[in-house]
């Protein structure tokens, strides 16, 4: 089973939709929690944090509920321009060393079209 | 945000060659840089990870003396693909690490072995 597990879309949706990605993650241990957002072949970007209280960043709702161990993004009024690959990431203090380690899902695809 | 370049951004080289790439930050001094390979249409896979003055740790399955990390100063790190083969052509992406945790990443270096 994968670290962290995220349906690989695509998403295709009208401008002005409301999209939601789900994401599921194996190790309980996880410290935090991320939201990244990946153009194609270009580097992640950090979308937002995801917190257990939950958090909004304009447009953009991050969910976490940590029993389940289960992140969602929730993204309203879609542009064109959020045509990307939104990718769940967690955070985990890596092995023997320490280090803190991300690890990232797949990636979910969406495609807002006009 | 912190600023993370890398250099070069494309590399094409004949198999049986050394390709070295840098990852600097470049407003901000890290004590530890990751190195990702992400292979299309898959996750970004953590390497290694660097840090400053001490020999780097791999993940499982990474061969240390194929991809020789240096971590020499808090601003630059760099990966020597050594003899590199055509499986070896992938996405190189680096980050570097504030003391918050947060990571940064570099632009990627796409590396392509004929």
């Known amino acids: 089973r994968k670290e962290v597990e995220q349906d690989p879309g695509p998403f295709n949706v009208p401008e002005g939709a409301t999209v939601a990605f789900n994401c599921t993650y194996s190790?309980?241990?996880?410290?935090?929690f991320f939201w990244y957002r990946q153009d194609c072949r270009k580097e992640p970007k950090l979308l937002m944090s995801?917190?257990?209280s939950g958090n909004e960043d304009g447009r953009f709702t991050a969910q976490l509920n940590r029993a389940s161990q289960y992140i969602s993004l929730l993204i309203r009024d879609s542009k064109l321009s959020d045509s990307a690959t939104y990718l769940c990431?967690?955070?985990?203090?890596?092995?023997?060393?320490?280090?803190?380690?991300?690890?990232f899902g797949t990636g979910t695809r969406l495609l807002v079209s006009p | 945000g912190a600023v993370v370049s890398q250099h070069p951004s494309r590399v094409i080289c004949k198999s049986g060659t050394s390709v070295k790439i840098e990852c600097r930050s470049l407003d901000f001094q890290a004590t530890t840089m990751f190195w990702y390979r992400q292979f299309p249409k898959q996750s970004l896979m953590l390497m290694a990870t660097s840090n400053e003055g001490s020999k780097a740790t791999y993940e499982q399955g990474v061969e240390k003396d194929k991809f020789l990390i240096n971590h020499a100063s808090l601003t630059l790190s760099t990966l020597t693909v050594t003899s590199a083969h055509p499986e070896d052509s992938s996405f190189y992406i680096c980050s570097a690490q504030l003391t918050s945790g947060e990571q940064f990443f570099g632009p990627g270096t796409r590396l392509t072995v004929l």
């Open positions: 990431v967690v955070n985990n203090r890596g092995g023997n060393t320490g280090f803190q380690k991300l690890v």
């Open positions: 995801v917190y257990s």
């Open positions: 190790n309980s241990a996880s410290q935090s």
